[in-house]
């Protein structure tokens, strides 16, 4: 058995890189960019890293983060925050600030496309109205 076999046998909830790349349906290559940011600290056992409970959940955070449009620079400064012998009171109140803001921009960014929407339904409407009304035996 190898090192890395040694310590993931030991380590019942650590996760190596490829399984929790494919349980969060991210790249091997997200992961690792994530660790280059300072956003994720995996243990290292030999060259295999293994994600711990640590780990996972500040990955669920930047995966909900970007998934409602924060920059991962936003992400990881809420994250820092953190303070696990604290009430954490700032990091709750940076959380609710930040998301009020982008909730903000995404109710106007849904305003804008509910009006593009409507544009191009009326765009197809009037076309197919129109397509409908010239008569089928002259060419184009």
Do not use: C, W
Request: net charge positive; hydrophobic share 35%.
């Amino acid at each position: 058995m190898s090192s890395a076999e040694d310590a993931s046998g030991m380590e019942e909830d650590a996760r190596r890189i490829g399984d929790l790349a494919k349980e969060y349906g991210v790249s091997l290559r997200t992961l690792r960019f994530y660790e280059d940011k300072g956003l994720l600290t995996p243990e290292r056992v030999g060259s295999t890293r293994l994600y711990h409970r640590r780990d996972i959940s500040r990955l669920e955070l930047i995966l909900l983060g970007r998934k409602v449009g924060f920059s991962l620079r936003e992400v990881k400064q809420l994250m820092d925050l953190y303070d696990p012998n604290g009430t954490n009171i700032r990091q709750f109140k940076a959380v609710v600030d930040r998301s009020t803001r982008q909730l903000g921009r995404l109710e106007k960014q849904r305003a804008e496309l509910d009006s593009a929407i409507e544009a191009i339904s009326d765009l197809i409407s009037t076309t197919k109205d129109k397509l409908a009304s010239i008569p089928t035996g002259k060419p184009n």
